[in-house]
């Protein structure tokens, strides 16, 4: 199973938890990818060009990656996700302090390209965000409305602020029983069933025709 670890603005895989992350999982037997994107004010933020780095460190998604995206690296998962050709479904998306939108002119640029939540939610077998109540840089309003929107289960910490420090056990574990516990139900199946009631009135008709026919 293979872990893509993204990390976010002004940030490298040799920063915050990545090390640590990466170091740990393998020990746990994960293949870890950890793609260097272009994410610094000193480098040009063009999204497409952003999209193709991705694809030549990462490449295709397969049906078992687990991809973790620490703050605007969860973004870029999620633009990665309607942009890339996929051949199979992740088996889940990790949003670490994640915005849901930005302020910043320099970072703008990256979200002119809305996001079809409706279209993204269905492209992983689950999503997962994660964001602490006391986080500074993105308040945890951002996460619960990522939460809502992809359908995600929300994990809300407390002391974490913007999960820049060195280790953080609840993303290691987090990951973990991802990988454990297998999957059994397909992209959207945790959603509610708006027919159901109306396959539930058919099968009771038919019931009753066929009770007819017997009397």
Do not use: C
């Not at 930005?102 to 640029?109: A, H, I, N, Q, S």
């Not at 993204?120 to 006391?134: G, L, N, R, Y």
């Amino acid at each position: 199973m293979r872990v893509i670890l993204v990390h976010g603005f002004q940030a490298s895989p040799e920063m915050n938890f990545h090390p640590w992350l990466a170091t740990q999982l393998r020990e746990h037997g994960f293949e870890v990818l950890t793609p260097t994107l272009p994410l610094k004010t000193d480098e040009e933020l063009d999204l497409s060009f952003i999209m193709n780095e991705m694809k030549r460190q990462v490449g295709y998604l397969r049906g078992d990656d687990i991809l973790l995206g620490h703050s605007l690296g969860g973004f870029i998962i999620l633009q990665y996700l309607e942009a890339v050709e996929m051949k199979e479904t992740p088996r889940a998306i990790i949003l670490v302090a994640s915005p849901w939108s930005v302020t910043k002119p320099e970072l703008r640029r990256l979200f002119i390209a809305d996001l079809d939540a409706d279209v993204i939610m269905w492209k992983a077998q689950q999503f997962f965000v994660v964001h602490s109540k006391d986080d500074k840089l993105v308040p945890i309003d951002h996460g619960k409305h990522l939460a809502e929107v992809l359908k995600a289960e929300f994990i809300e910490t407390d002391g974490h602020d913007h999960f820049m420090g060195s280790s953080y056990p609840v993303l290691r574990d987090l990951i973990i029983n991802i990988e454990r516990i297998p999957i059994d139900f397909s992209p959207g199946g945790n959603l509610p069933d708006d027919f159901a009631s109306i396959h539930w009135a058919e099968h009771q008709n038919r019931e009753e025709e066929v009770s007819d026919e017997l009397l």
